[in-house]
DNA sequence: ATGAAAGCGCTAACAG
DNA sequence: CTGTTAGCGCTTTCAT
């Protein structure tokens, strides 16, 4: 492989012209950039980034961590970071967890190997991460999704524990009064907790019961959402809406109330979470509490890589407005 | 940041021993281990990753392009790729291009100068790809998805003709006689035009005329559906059935039908490709071309890892089976 | 089992 | 505008 000595001794120059051609060739004579660009083209010399990492001790890349690729919120909100990454002369380095803890911790020990000059990351437990990267408390954090009261480390999301909320309360408002949660595991996601909270707050505000049968669990992705449908339906008393934790989920339910031969939203109501793209499309339209992703995406960029550069440790806290967007898959209690 | 040095001065140990520890620990004495271990706690050492790939010349990671983040298939296969690539050793760092050629050129040069081992992708126009590549012919390199008659390069994916003639034969099966074909733009991917070439056969072998008002080509993505169903049918003969390049877009093609106030498949028939996990959940559920795409990100990085070791240049190409599956979104022609 | 020393390819003073 | 030189933090012979 070539190397700019090769190119140097081919052109005829030294090897900091060369390397002042590739990142500021205004600083060289036109004359000197025309060897120099011939010589590259006739040695096939190819930059090296490693060595410049070594050398500069920067790396331009902000690490990304999402729990999972298969959910297009976190496509959405990535296309954010990575389109203000990108104006701001960054790269994007990505990874998933797929929701899991011990996959959070080694991947982000590995964006921090790989040098990353900031981290933002949704994670399961934000604040437990944050413990376990006290050691790294100088590559500037933020979380995304998650918007944590009073966490030491930066964080852009919505109130989720008002979306859960106003989802339950859309509901009620509709006159029902068995309200179940479809919910993505609590261990894996505190947002999926915060919406819980929410959905029981409104639950006590109005003064519906809380029948814990009411409330499954089950691990996030389309193909979970069998059997925790089943299990809502397969009682006596099933429930008139379902809340689900995300937009992937209330879809997943949706197609599972279809087997089970009832109509949405006649038969049964159900609600969102993110308004993906998606939701737009399936039929019913889906009802769901939209989260400005790509906005937050590039937010947490922007928060990414102002810590970088004005470096008071002072972590920011961003919370956007959500918003429910009524469609088809709600309607009232018959 | 501490460096091995100074794990090495604080464990009185000489850098080869730390360097040992990290890449060997069983090359280095217990009580060794040890003392660097403490060593490094008390200094918060984190290894420098830059440097290793300086010094060898080996990053353990494959390059991956993928077309877009927000259409699941390519999470999917991605999935198949990082799992055997996680076994075997290797990470991968991902990027994406927006379906965008030019994009796709910076992005190779972007992953060759990080030195990955070698690069599995996804991109327009393959064989204008690896023009642009040559220089760089000494990374392994496989394409996914694009399957190359006699590409000098490897490749993996299914026969996307024969998809396409199969997807438009079940059509024409079940009686359609005028079947329109909304299809991403060919000059952003090959697979759309392989598919369309078959498409054009299968119409052929049928003895079924070619409307060219019945072909339109639309950038990906479920948001560009709309003006493509809409010219689609605000003909005089509008078509009876529709076959979409993959089911994000027969996803979107169905909702736009809907506000059409058509229901699939009573008025119209559609079907998909791809079979992402969406495809089972949607209303009416999507008949489509299954891909096994799990198994081609798996084999992907099976090729590119393995053309690492055994160095005959020999591109290999393999060709997987696609599948026709007949759910709810086609029907007889009435 | 351990250490000394020579790089890997680039950047960044500094000097001219 | 250009060149010299000393690293960046790790790996890897080659000795011992």
């Known amino acids: 492989m070539a190397t700019i000595r090769d190119v140097a001794r081919i052109a005829e120059v030294s090897i900091a012209s060369v390397s002042r051609f590739i990142n500021a060739p205004e600083k060289v004579r036109q004359k000197t950039r025309e060897k120099i660009r011939t010589a590259m083209d006739q040695c096939g010399y190819r930059f090296n980034y490693a060595a410049k990492v070594l050398s500069t001790r920067r790396t331009q890349t902000i690490g990304l961590v ?5 959910n297009t919120v976190f496509a959405e909100s990535t296309r954010g970071l990575q389109d203000e990454a990108t104006l701001r002369g960054y790269q994007v380095l990505m990874v998933n967890a797929d929701y899991d803890p011990a996959a959070e911790g080694r991947l982000i020990r590995h964006l921090l190997e790989r040098q990353v000059d900031a981290l933002v990351m949704t ?40 979306g859960g909320y106003d989802a339950t309360a859309h ?46 669990e089950t691990p996030f992705g389309l193909e979970h959402c069998r059997e925790g449908v089943a299990r809502l339906m397969d009682t006596p008393n099933p429930p008139t ?49 939209r989260q400005p992703v790509y906005e937050m995406g590039r937010r947490a960029a922007q928060m990414a890589i102002g810590a970088l550069s004005q470096n008071n440790g002072e972590p920011r806290r961003l919370i956007l407005d959500h918003e429910l967007v009524v469609r088809e898959s709600t309607a009232s209690l018959r």
């Open 66 to 70: 999402i729990p999972t690729i298969t």
């Open 123 to 162: 994670v399961s437990n934000p604040m437990g991460t944050i413990a376990g990267l006290a050691d790294a408390i100088n590559v500037p954090a933020v979380f995304l999704f998650s918007t944590l009261p009073d966490a030491p480390v930066s964080n852009v999301g919505i109130n989720n524990e008002r």
């Open 171 to 216: 509901l009620a408002d509709l006159g029902h009064e068995r309200i179940a949660m479809l919910a993505g595991r609590f261990v894996s996601s505190d947002r999926s907790r915060h919406r819980y909270e929410g959905y029981r707050r409104c639950l006590e505000e109005r003064g519906l019961e809380h029948d814990p049968a009411l409330v499954v």
């Open 241 to 289: 809406a379902i809340f689900a934790s995300n937009d992937l989920m209330a879809i997943g339910a949706m197609g599972e109330l279809r087997s089970f031969g009832l109509s949405v939203p006649q038969d049964i109501s159900v609600v969102g979470f993110d308004d993906v793209t998606m939701a737009s499309y399936v039929a019913p339209r889906l009802t769901t509490i």
